[in-house]
């Protein structure tokens, strides 16, 4: 296959956009200037996030399919957060020019693939030279005329609940900063997260009055939730889904509550709110706080925790 220096900036934009499948709301995919992506709402929903390789994702972990995946994931699930239907990924790529191209073809099947399960379709994007691989997503989204969901509108009654699995990814990191190569699905969920996107329409059936993607941690992220709102959040450990497998407690609920990159959803909703079995209570809106907002478990406050990207 060669290298991306050998094959070139417009060779390999030729390779990896030819047969991607055009989803309906694209009228025009890559190959003009510009893609044309129809916003029926006559709004568009947009988020973008960055992967900088040595920080996001390492090669001697990941292989580029599964990169792919995950940078397509943490970008749609952003969008499903929203309660929209995601519709289009624009992914801008800064490569070495000794890379082999078929690393980048995986790369671009993986995006391909993930963007599949929500409908969306890659639309464009460009390509440069690098020393270092980086990956910049940008996801687009259709409302469909109904109301974003915002992480300021929770309200002192409702209750709090999570949906998708919470730990995991951080608990695989862990193993693979140590050296380690089991529990697989541990080091699977970090390498590939799975995010169920079918988790923005559930919660917008439900009367979600806040929704939000827990891409830094549980509580960090329901801390944005409690600031946005002015509102305090109380959790309650014990109703805190934490998957078996990630072993005995303390750890374990560690994991949980602080760790990110599941994908996983956090939102709350109204004091009756007839939630789905997917769905897992996990607390209360306690009050209001303008002043000072904020997220305590167990009616504690608790430690640091999350991601910060420039505290680490």
């Known amino acids: 296959m060669g290298t991306i220096g050998e094959l ?8 990896l956009t030819r047969g991607l499948p055009r989803g309906p709301q694209v009228e025009l995919g890559p190959g003009d200037d510009a893609a044309v ?8 929903v947009a988020t973008a996030d960055l992967l900088a390789e040595g920080r996001h994702f390492r090669r001697d972990w990941s292989g ?20 929209a239907r995601p519709t289009a990924l624009l ?19 993986g995006l391909s693939d993930e963007c599949a399960l929500t409908g969306a379709s890659i639309v464009g994007g460009d390509v440069v030279a690098a020393e270092r691989i980086t990956i910049a997503v940008t996801a687009l989204g259709d409302l469909a005329g109904r109301p974003p969901l915002l992480r300021s509108g929770a309200r002192p009654g409702d209750l709090v609940a ?29 390498r590939r997260p799975r995010p169920p996107y079918a988790a923005g329409e559930e919660a917008r059936r ?27 959040v109380d959790v309650r450990s014990r109703q805190v889904p934490v998957p078996e497998i990630l072993g005995p ?29 997917s769905w897992t209570v996990i607390g209360t809106v306690t009050e209001e706080a303008p002043e ?19 505290r680490r």
Request: charged letters at 20%; glycine letters at 16%; hydrophobic letters at 45%.
């Open 8 to 15: 070139g900036e417009f060779g390999l934009i030729g390779r």
């Open 37 to 44: 992506v129809a916003a029926p709402d006559g709004r568009v």
């Open 64 to 83: 580029p399919y599964d990169i792919g995946r995950k940078a397509a994931a943490q970008n749609l699930a952003d969008v499903v957060a929203m309660g």
């Open 91 to 109: 992914v801008g790529l800064a490569v070495p020019t000794g890379l082999e191209t078929a690393w980048a073809e995986e790369l671009y099947r």
């Open 162 to 190: 999570v949906r998708g699995d919470l730990g995991l990814s951080s608990a695989g990191l862990a193993l693979l900063l140590d050296g380690a190569s089991a529990p697989a699905e541990l080091i699977e969920a970090h």
């Open 206 to 232: 439900a009367g979600a009055t806040a929704l939000m993607d827990v891409s830094d941690g549980l509580l960090q992220d329901l801390g944005h939730i409690a600031a946005a709102s002015g509102v305090r």
């Open 249 to 277: 407690a303390p750890d374990a609920l560690r994991h949980a509550l602080t760790g990110g990159e599941d994908h996983s959803f956090a939102g709350t909703f109204p004091p009756d709110a007839d939630l789905p079995p």
């Open 292 to 310: 000072a907002p904020g997220v305590t478990v167990d009616g504690r406050p608790h430690g640091p925790g999350g991601w910060d990207h420039f």
